[in-house]
């Protein structure tokens, strides 16, 4: 496997509860243990998904995971995560056992959150990521869907759930290593491949 091929390190996430907005505060806490996290500038994390109990916190499900995208050659670099305790927000997250998958290719993928700047205006969040989409060579379909917001550094920023559909699976790869946006270490543009219910 080539050492510049992308991949998920799927770790297993075990806790009880967190903020829905933990991006940056998950971010913050990877940082401190794994320093190069924020120095690297081609890697990607996921939000940690769940549940939704009310009061802007969720479950952790069982099953739950934090997956970083990265580099073959990253791998060793994230490895040493496994068993730590993570503070985010004020809630424990017990980092497990982790494992890597390569990139599956799907026609229509999913990210939960993408920024852009200025995002606040849909018409030019819009604008801007069908160009980064152009910019990638992707033709797929792109819908937005829901407007979210996240803290980072105690300021409010806006982005959009997107939907990009009629993917080829060279695109769709590209896609997924690549991402839209930016802030893909606290969790945006994380594309996966979509699921009904998402």
Not at 19 to 38: C, E, M, Q, R, T
Not at 42 to 57: A, F, P
Not at 117 to 137: C, I, P, V, Y
Request: charged content about 15%; hydrophobic content about 40%; overall charge positive.
């Amino acid at each position: 496997m080539s050492i510049n091929k992308m991949i998920d390190l799927r770790f297993q996430a075990l806790g009880n509860i967190l903020h829905v907005d933990h991006g940056f505060a998950l971010y913050s806490a990877v940082s401190k243990i794994l320093p190069i996290f924020h120095s690297v500038n081609n890697t990607g994390m996921s939000l940690v998904r769940g549940r939704y109990i009310g009061d802007g916190l969720l479950s952790i499900a069982p099953m739950s995971s934090l997956v970083f995208r990265l580099p073959v050659a990253q791998m060793h670099d994230f490895i040493n995560l496994a068993g730590k305790l993570l503070n985010i927000g004020g809630h424990s997250l017990q980092i497990g056992t982790p494992s890597s998958h390569a990139l599956v290719p799907a026609a229509t993928l999913y990210a939960h959150l993408v920024t852009t700047k200025n995002g606040h205006d849909q018409a030019r969040f819009e604008s801007e990521t069908a160009r980064q989409l152009e910019q990638l060579a992707c033709r797929g379909r792109m819908i937005v869907g829901r407007r979210r917001t996240f803290k980072v550094h105690g300021r409010q920023v806006v982005g959009y759930s997107v939907l990009v559909s009629e993917l080829t699976a060279e695109e769709s790869i590209i896609l997924q290593e690549k991402g839209l946006g930016g802030r893909r270490k606290m969790g945006c543009g994380f594309f996966q491949p979509w699921q009904v219910g998402q």
